[in-house]
């Protein structure tokens, strides 16, 4: 049976779970308060860094969920992300509007990836 690898584990949750292969993120958000661009900057640069933590990167994404706060932010999140996706990478996605855990927040982003 595979391990199971948490990272940045707390009371409550860990930023990441490792098993069998598969990379596990909890959704990651910018600081509250700043732009749509802003927080989707910050939340895919915390997939980044956790990915790297984990061993893997971008390229390794399977899917992703984005919960936006206002689904009138979509354009604005999409530029964010199409300028950070790696080219001939892109996963499966899903994007919906969804309250979020405090009115500061705009955006959240999940993703699941394969290990190197």
Known sequence: MSDITRLETGARMSEAVVYNGLIFLAGQI????????????????????????????????????????????????????????APGHTPARATGESKLAAPDYKVEVIVVAAAK
Request: glycine content about 6%; charged content about 25%.
């Open 30 to 85: 910018g600081a509250p308060g700043t732009s749509v661009r802003e927080q989707t900057e910050a939340a895919l640069a915390e997939v980044d860094r956790l990915l790297a933590a984990a061993g893997s990167d971008k390229t390794r994404i399977l899917s992703a969920q984005i919960w936006l706060a206002d689904i009138a932010d979509f354009a604005e999140m999409n530029a964010v992300w199409d300028a950070w996706v």
